[in-house]
């Protein structure tokens, strides 16, 4: 099958086209090279060293014989991503081509507009491109479980059943984002929902956990094939940064009380629930969503993971909690349907044991990388001019 | 009171804006004319006459003797925009600053972009505005009934008690808008919301219904002080279109069968409601929804009542369905709450009799300003590049 990812080069993208690829598909990456950009823009980089996106395809070319054609270019550039469009004729469209953090959302004005012009706009380009010039190609989109907030009732996938005073009817699923980027998923999902109905493309929306690991059995198989592994506070999720602060000997921050609960997938898992979602289109006109995830922790839970894992590396490491920078409920109920892509054939690979030892040792092996300015959140959500 | 007017040139905004300066308040209009330059791009003009926006102003003060500070300016150039709220420092603010019409928004690519960036970009700027430079003003947005669809179910004004599995919470009524441009105004609302609770702004949301007259007590007192009457198959409404047909002897042309229904609202209640919200601010944080309509009609009665009415103006009219450009349900469930309105003090005005007749009157006073070749719809919402 032809198929297109957008955000190729990023720490999934870039896992998900070589998989992909593996499997015997035609991949091509289209890859605004954004993320690199904001490395350069704060002083990050990833604690595991990657190569350049020319490297990484003729690595990959040169360990299995497959090739995977690279495009540098952006969604909102139409003229770009329609050439894309109209030469390579997807079959399925893999859209991972959003700036996907809440913190760096929510910077500042310009950083806010800039997440919601780059995904809403560019979203909608991608689904315009499917419409004039590739309608039947299967749109899988990747959402996020935060599109959701934490509501007090559980979260079904995508669409409940609300019974209103006699009457009855499916809607979708009220959504309570809580930073400019998840809103701008939720955009994202309204636009597509409707592009479905009065076009007949046909997208599935995945409303992913966070994910951790940046082991897959492609990466494992070059050190050039590396995926990304971001501990900074924008772009590094709780977990990442944790294992950076063990590796290093700096206290684990728990924001507020930690009793914040989310959805997590293994990268591993990610990859093939995309390629589950691929192989499982809805019919024409329709629009399909699966939670994509596998356990939920509190963020005090994997504080206490990482800290009693620690041990076996030789690590103590204390763990401490700081002001919640954001704005969220740090206790609530949590409890979100993921039943469709274990109907699929999903079979989950969990985070305890030899994963997490993985990505501490990991964080160990690359422990000189670690910048420790870069880990204390300075961004807040109650300021609107936030400097790093 | 302090009240500036986002988009106080356009069809609402100029009679709001008179509305309260007539009340005594201190009103400064903030208006990119982009209505105006819409005209100039398709060849559209009001129906009845109207002066410019600086004639109207001078009009105002000569009838009156009150001032209303006029501002040419862009919700997207944050420099204009940021500089009116730290100069004027509003104590109340009137959101109608948004491109405001579903055809408009699915003309093509260009368009529906257009719309989401000047609509939800420019009301992340008017957020950001308010938070830096008036924290405490009362931000009043009108959004639009199309935001819910036509669900199967009553239509709450923004939030819903949902029971789900035995636990139970209240959320944003589920949105299913059906244009772009209702995709805009949901995504407004879901940041609006956001920038309430993370900021302490407080918001009414106005889901307003189909506005409908030309007259209110202040647009009466000088032909100077007209707002517009929009008859085309952009701008101008299904009354609007009808009025205008049934003054050329133009078949009345039904949109399929004619069985959607909408709420409708008479402009004289509409300047009274936004002041009532106005006056009615939530706490700090807060955001408050009304659904803003007074009464329900289907297309179709909307047509038999021009039909009806015609005869009592020496005009017999015919009507006729046309295929529909929309995808859209053509029957449908369709009860929605607005009691919010009516129990801060609003006291109805209804469309039959004397306003329908005083409308009509005004179509057939400018029946040689009609060109009828703009009345028939161009626009499909199923293709992606429609020509006017």
Chains 1, 2 share one sequence.
Not at 21 to 39: I, K, N, P, T
Not at 41 to 56: A, C, K, M
Not at 141 to 147: D, S, V
Not at 179 to 190: A, C, G, I, P
Request: net charge negative; aromatic share 10%.
């Amino acid at each position: 099958m032809r198929i297109l990812i957008l955000g190729g080069d990023g720490y999934l993208g870039w896992p998900q086209a070589m998989y992909l690829s593996a499997q015997g598909h035609e991949v091509m990456v289209y890859d605004s090279l954004m993320r690199r950009h904001f490395d350069l823009e704060n002083g990050f980089d990833s604690l595991v060293p990657i190569t350049t996106p020319q490297e990484r395809v003729a690595a990959w070319k040169e360990v299995t014989g497959k090739e995977v054609h690279l495009r540098i270019g952006d969604t909102r550039d139409w003229t770009l991503l329609s050439k894309a469009f109209q030469e390579f004729q997807p079959e399925a469209l893999v859209h991972l081509g959003e700036q996907r953090t809440a913190p760096y959302s929510m910077m500042d004005r310009e950083h806010a507009l800039f997440t919601m012009d780059n995904n809403v706009l560019g979203t909608m380009n991608v689904l315009y491109a499917l419409k004039d010039y590739a309608p039947d190609c299967h749109h899988v989109k990747l959402g996020t479980m935060g599109e959701y907030g934490t509501p007090n009732i559980d979260i079904e996938e995508g669409f409940i059943e609300i019974n209103h005073n006699g009457r009855k009817d499916t809607l979708p699923f009220p959504k309570q984002p809580g930073s400019f980027y998840h809103l701008s998923k939720v955009h994202d999902s309204h636009n597509i929902m409707f592009a479905c109905r009065i076009w007949g493309l046909r997208s599935t929306d995945l409303n992913q956990g966070v994910v951790y690991g940046i082991e897959t059995e492609e990466t494992k198989l070059d050190p050039r094939l590396a995926t990304r592994f971001d501990y900074d506070q924008i772009y590094g999720t709780a977990l990442n940064r944790f294992c950076a602060q063990a590796a290093v000997g700096y206290p684990i921050t728990v924001h507020g009380k930690g009793g914040q609960t989310r959805g997590f997938i293994n990268i591993r898992d990610t990859v093939r629930c995309i390629e589950l979602a691929i192989l499982n289109p809805p019919e024409e006109g329709g629009y399909q969503v699966f939670n994509q995830l596998t356990e939920q922790f509190s963020v005090l839970q994997l504080a206490e993971l990482v800290q009693s894992t620690a041990p076996e590396l030789g690590i103590e490491v204390a763990l401490e909690h700081i002001e919640n920078p954001r704005v969220e409920l740090e206790e609530h109920y949590f409890n979100p349907v993921h039943t469709g892509l274990l109907k699929l054939g999903l079979q989950p690979h969990f985070l305890q044991g030899a994963v997490l030892i993985g990505m501490m040792q990991a964080a160990v092996a690359n422990k000189d990388r670690v910048d420790k300015k870069l880990i204390a959140p300075t961004v807040s959500w109650r300021k609107t001019d936030n400097a790093i």
